[in-house]
């Protein structure tokens, strides 16, 4: 059995942080499960095709020759690490997650990332749908308002101005999608250790999320 962490949440609530932080810590491999939505949202739409179009949003899941490497992403040779991480993509990321067609066709890519030593799992059904028997769960959430300020202090350090209101319009209406799609909706996992970030540092949430995870791995020195 290989060991395996899961960290779901909405959009903007340090999933991916916290999941990289402690992949490190724990030399552990990542799934970053919202990319492989992003690069079926990106491909559709470099390809013309339309949200409405099931079998050709399928294929593209089954097809798309992803590369993973350090922390760039390559789609069928195009670097798109950064096309597939603005407003737009997560907007038609998260159109296509709601297709459940599209999440049959991605869901045994993404089992296939558990290997040893151990796998740290970021989404928003990787405790619930993906990897029910995880050893750890965790739900990370935190308000929509400071989701959009950390979203916003991000882009202000790229150099990239956004209003601050179109951001917090953007999560809310992400968030309605991915929490009352039919399938896979945005869930606390049973027995997910939750921790509301609103007012917590990066390491203060790390340092709860390696509480639960000591106690699961008593072996393990982190
Ligand atoms: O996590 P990220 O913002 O990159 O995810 C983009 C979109 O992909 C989300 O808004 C969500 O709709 C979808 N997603 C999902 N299930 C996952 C990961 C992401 O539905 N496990």
């Known amino acids: 059995m290989i060991p395996i962490i ?17 992949a490190e810590r724990l030399g552990w491999e990542v799934l970053d499960s919202g990319a ?21 949003l399928c294929e593209i899941a089954r097809n798309m020759h992803v590369m993973f490497k350090g922390d760039q992403l390559f789609l069928d040779g195009e670097e798109v690490s950064r096309s597939i991480r603005t407003e737009v ?14 999440r049959a066709a991605l869901l045994e890519w993404q089992r296939s990332f558990a290997r040893e030593p151990g796998l740290v799992a970021d989404g928003r059904d ?22 959009a300020n950390r979203r916003h202090n991000q882009l ?19 968030d309605e999608r991915d929490q ?6 945005l869930i606390a996992p049973v027995a997910a250790l939750e921790v509301e970030s609103t007012s917590l540092s990066i390491d203060e949430v790390l340092e709860q999320v390696l509480g639960k995870v000591r106690t699961a791995f008593p072996d393990l020195c982190v």
Do not use: C, H, W
């Open 6 to 22: 899961t960290i779901d949440g909405p959009s903007g609530s340090g999933k991916g942080t916290i999941a990289s932080l402690l």
């Open 36 to 56: 492989l939505y992003r690069l079926v949202g990106y491909a559709a739409g470099k390809s013309g095709i339309g949200f409405d179009q099931v079998d050709n």
């Open 89 to 102: 993509a997560g907007n038609a990321a998260s159109k296509v997650a709601a297709i459940p067609e599209v």
């Open 126 to 147: 990787m405790g619930s749908v993906v990897f029910p028997d995880a050893d750890v769960k965790v739900f990370l959430t935190a308000s929509a308002e400071e989701r």
């Open 156 to 174: 202000k350090e790229k150099g990239i101005s956004v209003s601050l209101r179109d951001l917090v319009r953007d999560i809310r209406e992400r």
């Open 180 to 185: 009352n799609r039919d399938v896979a909706p």
